[in-house]
């Protein structure tokens, strides 16, 4: 039976154009780079899908990956593909039980985990993963139980009792409707769902971007530090990478990252809105430090860029003159170069919405975010712009595959072949997700303007309802209370109140000079946050800054400043930094209820 064109097949197609040219790097930039070439790349991904058919995994077998980013987690997932099996890959930040559960989902017999923390993780619930045959460790494990494990060397030695004829009859024999991907939901809205994604959703969706999206084959470099197993990193490093032809550096700590840009230098850069907002306020806090000519010469050229951007947002096209060189020669180049990212010519924005204030800031320094609207069940893109028609507030048009309507509730709908055929194991859930008609319910409010551009306002989930009976979507308030310099978090709250109040979270860099402002001598956001003058501050500043541009019944009357930031450490976000809304709610509920006393 002939095949059909899958990442392994352009992975081999990469690996004849071009087998010395770089393809991927590990390591770091204080220690090195390990670096791999097209050619070995391929051979790599080839290894591991020998040594997974030498374990016995079948066609269509689940096998689970849990690791930080790291060149290995890509020769395994592309090398589960190449056996004609299906990666599952799991967030390394997942508790025991959690690992547990998601394991005997997928019926997974085979995992491929990064190291010692990992696992411990999978001996503490080894009792009940009956079906787990075996474990295989990227990294070096002392005291590993040598009968359930195996080191990523003992593993890739299985491989060369496979014939390559077999290895080859698996790749080529991939069709269109068989499972490329089994991604689990990080669930910000209960259990995990296992999104099932195909070959031929990765065809399509690869097929669409190339018609909108400028980059040029093995002339790019992307930095992969987004958990993988999240569907817009996996899409971006992995899916992308290789139908572009992207070299990809990983970095395995988000919190490294701006020691990786300045060494890597990407030419596109993905990042999660919470990423973009910390890049803004420590940027704004340095351009704040400039005085006199400085100072001055900085507006300028911030003011020049943004008048000639939103130019260029009018003509629909790119455009230039003396006063915009100039001002990037003078200022916003060594802005750019102090941060890494110089030689960028896409940001891209995803996961969840991003202030239109943080996308006007980084336009005015030349650094336009285009903003991409997806989900998992969408093979991650549903819509996004172009770089001349990166709007605020808008994710784009959908891509040519994608049909897309607003319901009559306001609800975005789409459908085409890049839709999840369903959830595993889950038919009640993916009968909710895929109508009659085959259009996919998204959960989204958006509304469609008179030139095709999508606008998201809220999750219709998330909207609530007041005493009053206004319904109110908290996002773009949350947005507002995000754009004051002070604070990096707010969580609306007000479902069934009188009012609508917020728990909000002090940004750490402003820590310094809003103990100044309020007179107070504090070390820390704790400290600030224990302040009655504090509080009153920033309710004022919100009453003035926020509150008088909303109408009356989404006012936030009252807020609680929360002694630190919200985390993924601590269950309130998920691992690309998204609300857990459910879970905040229940952990602060005394502080909820202490706004309506």
Same mark, same amino acid.
Do not use: C
């Given at each position: 039976m002939r095949g059909t064109s899958t990442l392994v097949t352009q992975l081999a197609n990469w690996a004849s154009q071009a087998p010395d040219k770089p393809a991927l790097h590990g390591g770091s930039p204080s220690k090195g780079f390990t670096?791999?070439?097209?050619?070995?790349?391929?051979?790599?991904?080839?290894?591991?899908?020998?040594?997974?058919?030498?374990?016995?995994?079948?066609p269509g077998d689940r096998v689970t990956i849990i690791g930080r980013n790291r060149p290995e987690w890509m020769f395994a997932d592309l090398g589960v593909?190449?056996?004609?099996?299906?990666?599952?890959?799991?967030?390394?930040?997942?508790?025991?039980?959690?690992?547990?559960?998601?394991?005997?989902?997928c019926e997974s017999r085979v995992a491929i985990i990064d190291d010692e923390a990992q696992y411990e993780k999978f001996l503490a619930v080894r009792d009940q993963?009956?079906?787990?045959?075996?474990?295989?460790?990227?990294g070096d494990v002392a005291g590993r139980d040598k009968d359930w494990t195996l080191s990523w060397d003992e593993f890739l030695s299985l491989g060369g009792s496979v014939q390559d004829g077999t290895i080859n009859q698996r790749i080529n024999s991939a069709q269109a409707d068989d499972l490329a991907l089994l991604c689990y939901t990080s669930g910000t809205t209960g259990e995990p769902k296992g999104v099932m994604l195909t070959h031929g959703n990765f065809a399509a969706l690869g097929e669409s971007i190339s018609e909108r999206f400028i980059s040029t084959p093995l002339e790019e470099r992307v930095l992969s530090y987004l958990p993988l197993c999240h569907v817009a990193e996996h899409t971006f490093s992995i899916i992308r990478g290789i139908q572009g032809g992207y070299e990809v550096y990983t970095c395995d700590d988000l919190n490294q990252i701006k020691e990786y840009l300045p060494a890597v230098r990407? *030419?596109?850069?993905? %990042? +999660?809105?919470?990423? =973009?907002?910390?890049?803004?306020?420590?940027?704004?806090?340095?351009?704040?430090? @400039? *005085?006199?000519?400085? %100072? +001055?010469?900085?507006? =300028?050229?911030?003011?020049?860029?943004?008048?000639?951007?939103?130019?260029?947002? @009018?003509?629909g096209a790119p455009i230039t003159g003396v006063t915009r060189i100039l001002a990037d020669r003078l200022v916003l180049n060594k802005v750019k170069t102090a941060l890494g990212m110089q030689d960028v010519h896409t940001c891209i924005s995803g996961a969840a919405p991003l202030n239109p204030a943080t996308a006007d800031f980084f336009a005015s320094l030349g650094l336009p975010i285009a903003e991409v609207y997806g989900m998992t069940e969408t093979s991650a893109v549903i819509s996004f712009p172009p770089p001349s028609q990166t709007f605020s507030g808008k994710v784009g048009k959908p891509l040519s595959c994608v049909e897309l309507k607003i319901a009559s509730d306001g609800e975005v709908i789409v459908r085409g072949p890049t839709m999840t055929p369903g959830y595993y194991k889950n038919e009640e859930e993916t009968r909710r997700l895929l109508d009659a008609g085959s259009w996919l319910h998204t959960g989204d409010i958006g509304e469609v303007d008179e030139q095709g551009f999508l606008r998201i306002t809220d999750r219709k989930k998330e909207l609530f309802k007041t005493s009053g009976g206004k319904y109110v979507a908290p996002a773009p308030i949350e947005a507002k209370l995000k754009?004051?310099?002070?604070?990096?978090?707010?969580?609306?709250?007000?479902?069934?109140?009188?009012?609508?109040?917020?728990?909000?979270a002090i940004d750490p860099e402003a820590v310094g000079k809003l103990a100044q402002q309020v007179g107070i001598d504090a070390a820390d956001a704790a400290e600030l946050a224990n302040s009655d003058a504090v509080v009153q501050y920033l309710q004022d500043r919100i009453n003035e800054e926020v509150n008088s541009s909303l109408a009356r019944f989404e006012q936030v009357k009252r807020i609680v400043v929360l002694p630190a930031e919200l985390s993924p450490e601590h269950g309130e976000l998920t691992p690309t930094l998204k609300l857990k809304r459910r879970v905040i709610t229940e952990k602060h509920a005394s502080e909820i209820a202490s706004i309506y006393a």
């Open positions: 670096d791999y070439t097209w050619g070995e790349y391929e051979s790599n991904v080839r290894r591991v899908g020998k040594a997974l058919i030498a374990l016995g995994v079948q593909m190449a056996a004609r099996a299906v990666p599952t890959p799991i967030y390394a930040t997942n508790t025991p039980e959690q690992v547990a559960w998601l394991v005997n989902h993963l009956p079906a787990l045959e075996k474990i295989v460790i990227m990407p *030419t596109m850069f993905l %990042a +999660v809105p919470r990423v =973009w907002e910390k890049f803004e306020a420590a940027l704004k806090a340095k351009l704040g430090e @400039a *005085t006199g000519v400085k %100072a +001055v010469l900085a507006d =300028w050229a911030i003011a020049t860029e943004k008048s000639w951007f939103d130019s260029e947002l @009018a003509e754009s004051l310099p002070e604070l990096s978090q707010a969580v609306l709250v007000g479902d069934g109140q009188k009012f609508v109040g917020a728990l909000v």
